[in-house]
Each structure stands twice: as structure tokens, then as C-alpha cells.
């Protein structure tokens, strides 16, 4: 069954350093999406993307935040100083056509900023 | 008004229990519906969907009621490995993002 799949499985970096975390969505997917998730908190709804451009952002996707595409394959969240409360699982989701199918995620990338 | 609300449990069932749960939403222009499980620390895992009629998939049934703003996941003869959170899912109309619920958390006991 095809996959989402998500590198690095565990990122350590220091406050202010640049994290570039990197999916791979499922393969005939048209859109995706990153969300996050704070230990012990709910899945967070972060950006989505379609078409090579962002379809909606929430409060959290700031100046800090940006996704790219930079090829027929990857899909890749950076955040450009990060910060403590950054700390989070970060997970990446494709969907196949729109929003009546479901989300695919990948395994997430737990990110821990000191 | 959160947008999706579930009780957080948790709900503590014996073995071959049967347990349902309930999700509202609070947007009525809310479109598409599922349900997911969550292994601690782990992603979400595509349960369900829901849709209008209710549907049956094993063990499992789900039911949506947009009159009174809510699906209900129905779990009959829990297993074991039925132990997880559930996390209620919807979508609506004008928006491009899926939002999830808290979760309900399901603790199935020997």
C-alpha cells in the first residue's frame, strides 16, 4: 500500500537554528498538508497546499513557517528561527482529491528545540 | 463553541464490551466526516469515514446526524488491541483544512 513518508524521524536543534523537515506525499495525491501535534495536545492544523500554492494557513503557519515543493516528489515544511514552544510531532498528510477523502499521514517528525 | 468537541475520556471497557462515542461540530456547513485512531505517539490511522446512511466496516459502525450536529463511533466486542485515542475528523465547506477533535481515549481491560 502506498505511503507517506517523512525524514528525519527525530530532529534536535537549538533555538534560532533553521529546521528544514521533508515528506514525500503519496504519489497520485494532488493535495497536502502539515499538522502538528504538542505532546498530550490535539492535532494541530498548520498549512495546506495545492497546486503549488498554499490553500489555507492557520494562526500558527507565520512568517516563520513556509513550504515548498521543489519537485515532482518532496513537499518540505521550514521554520526559519525556531523556537521552545516549536517542540512538537510534526506530521505531514496528503489527501487524493479534495476533501472528501481522507487524509494519509506519515510517521511525523518529532521535533525537539533546546 | 470548539469546532469539533469529544469527550475526552477515558473510557475504561472490559474485553468484548461494546462503547460508542460521540463527536459535534459546530459548523453546519460541515461536509465530510471520519474517524481515526491514534497509537500513543504515533500517527493517525485511518479509521472510517462516515457517511449520511452510516456505514459498517467489521466491528465498527459509524453514524452521522447533521440535524443535531454529531457522528457516533460504535466499537462492539472491544479487543485489546482496540486500546487507543479516536479522533473525530471534519471538513467544511470554503475551508482547506480538516480539523480534528481532542480525541476520546479508549483503555480496553483483560
Known amino acids: 500500500e502506498p505511503e507517506v513518508t517523512q525524514t528525519p524521524s527525530h530532529q534536535v536543534t537549538q533555538m534560532g537554528q533553521e529546521v528544514i523537515l521533508r515528506c514525500v506525499p503519496i504519489?497520485?495525491?494532488?493535495?497536502f498538508y502539515w499538522y502538528r501535534q504538542i505532546l498530550g495536545q490535539k492535532v494541530e492544523f498548520l498549512v495546506s497546499?495545492?497546486?503549488?500554492?498554499?490553500?489555507?494557513k492557520s494562526e500558527i503557519f507565520d512568517d516563520q513557517f513556509s513550504v515548498e515543493r521543489p519537485d515532482g516528489s518532496n513537499f518540505t515544511l521550514k521554520i526559519r528561527s525556531t523556537k521552545l514552544e516549536d517542540s512538537a510531532m510534526y506530521f505531514c498528510?496528503?489527501?487524493?482529491?479534495?476533501?472528501?477523502?481522507?487524509?494519509?499521514f506519515g510517521n511525523g517528525t518529532r521535533l525537539t528545540v533546546t | 463553541r470548539k469546532e469539533v468537541e469529544q469527550d475526552p475520556g477515558p473510557f475504561n471497557v472490559p474485553e468484548g464490551a461494546t462503547v460508542a462515542f460521540n463527536c459535534t461540530y459546530s459548523?453546519?456547513?460541515?461536509?465530510?466526516f471520519f474517524w481515526y485512531r491514534q497509537d500513543c505517539r504515533k500517527e493517525p490511522k485511518l479509521l472510517m469515514s462516515?457517511?449520511?446512511s452510516g456505514n459498517e466496516d467489521g466491528r465498527f459502525t459509524a453514524q452521522l446526524n447533521r440535524a443535531s450536529q454529531y457522528i457516533s463511533l460504535l466499537i462492539r466486542d472491544s479487543k485489546l488491541s482496540d486500546s487507543a485515542t479516536y479522533l473525530c475528523?471534519?471538513?467544511?465547506?470554503?475551508?482547506?483544512?480538516?480539523?480534528f477533535g481532542t480525541g476520546t481515549r479508549l483503555k480496553v481491560l483483560a
Open positions: 497546499f495545492y497546486n503549488n500554492e498554499i490553500s489555507e
Open positions: 459548523n453546519s456547513a460541515s461536509q465530510s
Open positions: 462516515v457517511y449520511s
Open positions: 504519489s497520485n495525491h494532488l493535495y
Open positions: 498528510a496528503s489527501s487524493e482529491a479534495g476533501f472528501y477523502s481522507p487524509l494519509h
Open positions: 475528523v471534519v471538513t467544511t465547506s470554503g475551508t482547506y483544512k480538516y480539523i
